[in-house]
T-cell receptor, first 115, second 111 residues
Framework: GAVVSQHPSWVICKSGTSVKIECRSL??????MFWYRQFPKQSLMLMAT?????????EQGVEKDKFLINHASLTLSTLTVTSAHPEDSSFYIC???????????FGSGTRLTVV | EDKVVQSPLSLVVHEGDTVTLNCSYE??????LLWYKQEKKAPTFLFML????IEKKSGRLSSILDKKELFSILNITATQTGDSAVYLC???????????FGKGTTLSVSS
């Protein structure tokens, strides 16, 4: 079945630094990639939607200059959390859809802790 | 505003019990409703429902959609401890692209 590989699975960084999270579709072309954030005991909240080769569309309240999304190819999308702060600590998950895919395929998630 | 509401938020049962999880939705441009199981990491896909009244079944799990009443249920029969997880219900957003999720139902199955 369709697989999305997400790295890293967890990361700890210092406040003020930037962190990049990668999602790769391994056996299909991801035409659209979604980035979600999940705080403890909360549901997944959509942050942004990116189509290959286009600028990402951000949900209301999500700072596009802070959460940089790049979807330069049909198999790779990245989320960079710039100048991270402790309140950015969360579980970040990507999800992809592609041609002839049944349902959405999720990456395994990245646990970000900012200290 | 599009929304997905799940109930109950948490549930504790004994092995062998049958459980029913509920999901109601309000979406401007409904296309499909999906159920996911989330353990420690990312959600794993269970079902996608697009038509009313047609039950989808996978082993001990089954789900059905009522588009008139705007809800879906997920049934799990003969529960096992491995069924302990958060069950998420989702539907498409107004643009019809991304998913919007309910808060989930945390199911705990004790032996």
């Amino acid at each position: 079945g369709a697989v999305v590989s997400q790295h890293p699975s967890w990361v700890i960084c210092k406040s003020g630094t930037s962190v990049k999270i990668e999602c790769r579709s391994l056996d299909f072309q991801a035409t659209t990639m979604f980035w979600y954030r999940q705080f403890p005991k909360q549901s997944l909240m959509l942050m942004a939607t990116s189509n290959e080769g286009s600028k990402a569309t951000y949900e209301q309240g999500v700072e596009k200059d802070k959460f940089l999304i790049n979807h330069a190819s049909l198999t790779l999308s990245t989320l960079t959390v710039t100048s991270a702060h402790p309140e950015d600590s969360s579980f970040y998950i990507c999800s992809a859809i592609g041609y002839e895919l049944y349902g959405y395929t999720f990456g395994s998630g990245t646990r970000l802790t900012v200290v | 505003e599009d929304k997905v509401v799940q109930s109950p938020l948490s549930l504790v049962v004994h092995e062998g019990d049958t459980v029913t999880l509920n999901c109601s939705y309000e979406v401007t441009n409904f296309r499909s409703l999906l159920w996911y199981k989330q353990e420690k990491k990312a959600p794993t896909f269970l079902f996608m429902l697009t038509s009313s009244g047609i039950e989808k079944k996978s082993g001990r799990l089954s789900s059905i959609l009522d588009k008139k009443e705007l809800f879906s249920i997920l049934n799990i029969t003969a529960t096992q401890t491995g069924d302990s997880a958060v069950y998420l219900c989702a539907t498409n957003n107004q643009a019809g692209t991304a998913l919007i999720f309910g808060k989930g139902t945390t199911l705990s199955v004790s032996s």
